[in-house]
Nanobody, 125 residues
Framework: QLVESGGGLVQHGDSLTLACVAS????????MAWFRQAPGKEREFVAM???????LSGDSVKGRFTISRDSAKKTVYLQMNSLKPEDTAVYYC?????????????????????WGQGTQVTVSS
């Protein structure tokens, strides 16, 4: 089970940190990711952190958003800086039980087995 928190209403240029707490399973075996979905749009890849430490960010957030994890707390974070109105969306946490050498395309939603319920982020202009 994945539970996101930290969403809210912020202004253009503000920062916000989302958290996703995982329960069940062995957290260290999972590749974790964040996706987002704006009204009327498809779910979009934001960032992922492979269990082997490799990370990747989507082009629209590169240099502004950072994904990290705390294995002791079974939590993955998304630090979002310099927020823009176009970042407004519901943000979802996702997880996939992964082997260390798995090199699939982790930007695809179909890869992931587990999803959180989402947390709303709204950025006003």
């Amino acid at each position: 089970q994945l539970v996101e928190s930290g969403g809210g209403l912020v202004q253009h240029g503000d920062s916000l940190t989302l958290a996703c707490v995982a329960s069940g399973g062995t957290f260290s075996r999972y590749t974790m990711a964040w996706f987002r979905q704006a009204p009327g749009k498809e779910r979009e890849f934001v960032a992922m952190l492979h269990r082997n430490g490799r990370s990747l960010s989507g082009d629209s957030v590169k240099g502004r958003f950072t994904i990290s994890r705390d294995s002791a707390k079974k939590t993955v974070y998304l630090q979002m800086n310099s927020l823009k109105p176009e970042d407004t969306a519901v943000y979802y946490c996702a997880a996939k039980n992964t082997i260390l050498t798995d090199n699939r395309d982790f930007t695809r939603t179909s890869i992931y087995d587990y999803w959180g319920q989402g947390t709303q982020v709204t950025v006003s202009s």
